[in-house]
C-alpha cells in the first residue's frame, strides 16, 4: 500500500490487487488510523492493525467489525504509467 494525498489534502490509501490499482480515504472509518501505515492488504481486503476492522479496497464496503461505516472510494485511472485519482 502506498500513502497519496489529493490536491486538498485529503489522505488517500493506493493498493495494489492482482495488478489494478484502487483509492480509498487513508483513514479507517472506525478511528485515527492510516491503513497505508497501519493496515494489512490480504487479497482485496485491507484489514486495520488497530481492532481488526477491515474493509474491501475494491468497494470500500466495511466487512468486518468493529467498522461499521464504509471508506469512501475514488476512481483511478493509468496514463503513461502514472496513477491519476478523479476526487
Ligand atoms: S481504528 Fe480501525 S478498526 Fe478500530
Known amino acids: 500500500m502506498v ?3 489529493l490536491p486538498d489534502g485529503t489522505p488517500l490509501a493506493l493498493y495494489n490487487v492482482d495488478g ?5 480515504d487513508d483513514k479507517c472509518t472506525h478511528g ?4 497505508s501505515e497501519e493496515g494489512t492488504l490480504i487479497g482485496k481486503t485491507v484489514e486495520c492493525s488497530w481492532h481488526f476492522g477491515a474493509f474491501d479496497v475494491t468497494t470500500g464496503k466495511a466487512t468486518a467489525m468493529p467498522c461499521e461505516r464504509d471508506l469512501k472510494t475514488y476512481p483511478v485511472t493509468i496514463i503513461d504509467g502514472i496513477v491519476h485519482v478523479d476526487a
Not at 489494478?20 to 480509498?24: E, F, L
Not at 485515527?32 to 491503513?35: G, I, M
Open 32 to 35: 485515527e488510523v492510516s491503513l
Open 20 to 24: 489494478r490499482i484502487y483509492a480509498t
Open 3 to 5: 500513502k497519496s494525498a
